[in-house]
């Protein structure tokens, strides 16, 4: 079953914050988070796994609360690149390998 | 450079017409997929392979076939387009710890009239 994601959509000023969250129902191995530019592929942000810490580079970052079935993203003092839509995957026990897709946040940063 | 290369990126195919979109990746990942991209719906994943020699079903996979030879390749066939089959697909390799995240592929924008 496909992971839920809120918001659909985002618009901010440069240098705000988002959170993007990402629900499931189903017990969870790990989440993953990418970010997809217009016309392009979905590129690679981070994992986070079951037992694993928060983790993050630079601006963005992520927690997964394993009770919960849930992960929010976090981007801080937003920059114009990272426009784009973000989708969050996710891995089951006994699937782990398998990445079951949320429908996206269409995120737009704004000069 | 490494990664996974997807041909081609675009086609246009009449109904009932068969087509093949190649996938190959030089990371020496053994886990790839196929994925279709459609407005609203993000990723749904048609069919997967964990080695050479073994695939298996994803969450849409009628009308698809898939194969996996090599480590390297894992072609997608259609076997009677239809236009309920246009989409956007992308490949994606992983390794089977999946600790480092899917590569995707540029993806091929598949128009079926």
């Known amino acids: 079953q496909q992971p839920v994601q809120s918001p659909q959509a985002v618009i901010l000023r440069e240098g705000e914050d988002a959170v993007i969250n990402c629900s499931s129902s189903?017990?969870?191995?790990?989440v993953h988070w990418y970010r997809q530019k217009h016309g392009e592929a979905p590129v690679f942000l981070m994992i986070?796994?079951?037992?694993?810490e928060q983790k993050g580079h630079e601006k963005i970052s992520a927690s997964f609360n394993e009770k919960k079935q849930q992960s929010s993203l976090y981007l801080t003092a937003s920059q114009l690149s990272y426009s784009g839509t973000y989708f969050c995957?996710?891995?089951?026990?006994?699937?782990?390998?398998?990445?079951?897709f949320g429908s996206g946040t269409q995120l737009t940063v704004l000069p | 450079n490494a990664g996974v290369t997807q041909t081609p990126k675009f086609q246009v195919l009449k109904t009932g017409q068969s087509m093949t979109l190649q996938c190959a990746q030089d990371?020496?990942?053994?886990?790839m997929s196929w994925y279709r991209q459609d407005p609203g719906m993000g990723l749904r994943l048609i069919h997967y392979?964990?080695?050479?020699?073994?695939?298996d079903q994803g969450e849409v996979p009628n009308g698809y076939n898939v194969s996996r030879s090599t480590t390297e390749d894992f072609p997608l066939r259609l076997l009677s387009a239809a236009p309920s089959q246009t989409s956007v697909y992308f490949c994606?390799?992983?390794?089977?710890?999946?600790?480092?995240?899917?590569?995707f592929g540029s993806g091929t924008r598949l128009t079926v009239v």
């Open positions: 392979s964990v080695g050479a020699g073994i695939t």
């Open positions: 994606a390799s992983s390794s089977l710890t999946g600790t480092y995240g899917y590569t």
């Open positions: 189903k017990a969870l191995y790990s």
């Open positions: 990371m020496n990942h053994e886990y």
């Open positions: 995957g996710t891995a089951s026990f006994g699937s782990a390998r398998q990445l079951t």
């Open positions: 986070l796994l079951k037992g694993g």
